[in-house]
C-alpha cells in the first residue's frame, strides 16, 4: 500500500513561485494516476492537476490553470506541482492523492475518489 508525503510548502508572497513534492513510500505510483487538490477553511475541495505516472498524459482543473504546472521526478519517485504567480487566494492547505485506475479525467472530473492521500502541506501567500 502506498504512502504518500507532500513537502515543499511554506508561506509566500504574491507573484512568487513554489514546487509542492509528493513522494511515494511503502510502494511506487505504478500507472497511477497521481494529483493535487487544495482546501482553504471554509471553501470545498478542489482538484488541481493530476498526471498518470507511467503514460505522463496529464489533466488541468481550472482552479490554478496556466500557473501551475505537474511533472514527475522518476528518479526521486516524486510527483512535483509548480505553482506561479501565486495569490492570496491561493491560500490553502495543498494535498497528494492517488488513483489505482491511472485515469487523470476521472481524478480530475470527480468520477473516481482517489485511493490514497497524503496528510497535506499548507502553503500561505501575503501580499
Known amino acids: 500500500q502506498v504512502q504518500l508525503i507532500e513537502s515543499g510548502g511554506g508561506s509566500v508572497q504574491t507573484g512568487d513561485s513554489l514546487t509542492l513534492s509528493c513522494a511515494a513510500s511503502?510502494?511506487?505510483?505504478?500507472?497511477?494516476?497521481v494529483g493535487w487538490f487544495r482546501q482553504a477553511p471554509g471553501n470545498e475541495r478542489q482538484f488541481i492537476a493530476a498526471i498518470n505516472w507511467s503514460r505522463g498524459n496529464v489533466y488541468y482543473g481550472d482552479s490554478l490553470k496556466g500557473r501551475c504546472t505537474i511533472s514527475t521526478d522518476n528518479a526521486r519517485n516524486t510527483v512535483l506541482l509548480r505553482l506561479d504567480n501565486l495569490k492570496v487566494e491561493d491560500t490553502a492547505v495543498y494535498y497528494c492523492a492517488a488513483d489505482v485506475s491511472g485515469s487523470v479525467v476521472f481524478m480530475g472530473m470527480g468520477t473516481n475518489e482517489p485511493d490514497y492521500w497524503g496528510q497535506g502541506t499548507q502553503v500561505t501567500v501575503s501580499s
Open positions: 511503502r510502494g511506487s505510483f505504478s500507472t497511477y494516476a
